[in-house]
């Protein structure tokens, strides 16, 4: 009756670095196939992918391939594979896949909450799947272990067809809700936010609707194991643990370990990519000391901070972006544009809803708007955002 779990999240697959060439989908692939060769290495029976694998609703040719050809090498290897959508998902977009895959490979892509009931059966040597109730009833069959997996993808107010007090309230239910049937374990997946887990910086605010986070409380207590994602920072708030993104996307995270966790009897190990190239902030007094640095022929790549208040022409970023390559992640000078753009930071730090609020008083003589106006705000808000992405 053993069991392995294999834990990732937040692999963001077509993210892009605005201003300079560098090209993530490179690094991606290699972090990707030392996960396929942990997977071989390792042989979990499951491997969970709690959202957010893609970076935006539109990701590229070669983003979605990269993701087909991962879980296909992973199914490959005897793994059952979840892969649950994220907030930077599109539900819909995940679920063309389906016609090919259900009921002839161990893999499930679910897109919304409520759509995970409706064709996952399965069934080969190794095992058996269907679904009771809410929750997905997994046989594994060489060990006869009976697992219940409760597979939420991103619950916002518009996935789950709810809104205000009525989705808050059936959220809560939903997720807290254990399985009435025998099992030997019971492993809960889902890409949400519970308070008081640590933010590292690329994360976008999942305030959609008119909650941002799920108290800790909420999660079902009987749970084995709860898989989340979101969180680019791998780290466990009370049962629950959040793997981090495959890969730091923000400056603030280049020092973060990054890999991946294993869940075996009870236990969770982290095991940290070897093969992934490491960032490196440097800082300079000016953007000519910058552009002459001698680069180390390793494979190493470079964060900039140019410690100069001068603002600089089309012609010195291009010898800048040009000297560094395909190894400048990203550069962030200290002129007088940077002091603009770090108090538009300041706006940037707030949620929509916030923002919104804001401007509502601003308009409106301080008075704060009334919460039937703010969740119409909200509705509409995620509609076009999803339409724009
Ligand atoms: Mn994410």
């Not at 370990?257 to 982290?270: A, L, R």
Request: hydrophobic share 35%.
């Amino acid at each position: 009756m053993s069991l392995k779990i294999l834990h990732t999240s937040d692999w963001h697959l077509g993210k892009t670095f605005r201003s300079t060439t560098f090209d993530l989908l490179d690094v991606q692939k290699k972090i990707l196939d030392e996960l396929v060769s942990i997977v071989r290495d390792q042989r979990p029976n499951i491997v969970l992918v709690a959202g957010d694998i893609f970076d935006t609703y539109n990701p590229s040719f070669e983003a979605e391939r990269l993701f087909y050809q991962t879980i296909t090498k992973i199914s490959d290897a005897n793994s059952l594979v979840i892969a649950i959508a994220g907030n930077h998902d599109s539900p819909d977009k995940l679920k063309i896949s389906r016609p090919l895959i259900y009921g002839r490979h161990p893999i499930i892509i679910s897109g919304t909450p409520s759509d995970y009931k409706e064709d996952y059966t399965f069934e080969n040597d190794l095992f058996k799947l269907g679904v009771e109730e809410d929750f997905l009833r997994l046989k594994i069959k060489d060990t006869n272990t009976i697992l219940s997996i409760k597979v939420i993808p991103y619950p916002s107010e518009v996935r789950m067809g709810l809104s205000g007090g009525e989705f808050k309230d059936n959220l809560h239910e939903y997720i807290s809700r254990e399985p009435q049937f025998s099992c030997d374990y019971f492993i809960f997946t889902s890409h949400l936010f519970v308070s008081g887990a640590t933010k590292s910086g690329s994360e976008r605010s999942l305030q959609i609707g008119s909650i941002d986070s799920i108290p800790a409380e909420v999660l079902p207590k009987n749970a084995h194991y709860t898989a989340l994602g979101h969180l680019h920072r791998f780290q466990r708030i009370c049962n629950a643990v959040y793997s981090g993104s495959i890969y730091p996307f923000d400056v603030g995270e280049i020092d973060d370990k990054k890999g991946v966790c294993i869940w075996q009897g009870g236990e969770t190990d982290f095991l940290h990519f070897r093969d992934i190239p490491k960032i490196k902030s440097l800082e300079f007094d000016s953007l000519e000391e910058a552009i002459k640095f001698n680069m180390p022929t390793n494979s190493d790549l470079y964060y900039l901070f140019i410690r100069s208040k001068e603002s600089y022409g089309h012609e010195k970023i291009n010898r800048l972006i040009k000297n560094y390559g395909d190894k400048l992640v990203g550069w962030q000078p200290e002129n007088t544009k940077f002091e603009t753009a770090k108090k538009t930071l300041d706006i940037n730090s707030l949620s929509e809803e916030e923002l919104f609020r804001e401007f509502f008083k601003f308009k409106n003589n301080n008075i704060e708007p009334d919460n039937d106006l703010v969740s119409l705000f909200t509705s509409c808000l995620e509609e076009a955002t999803n339409a724009a992405n």
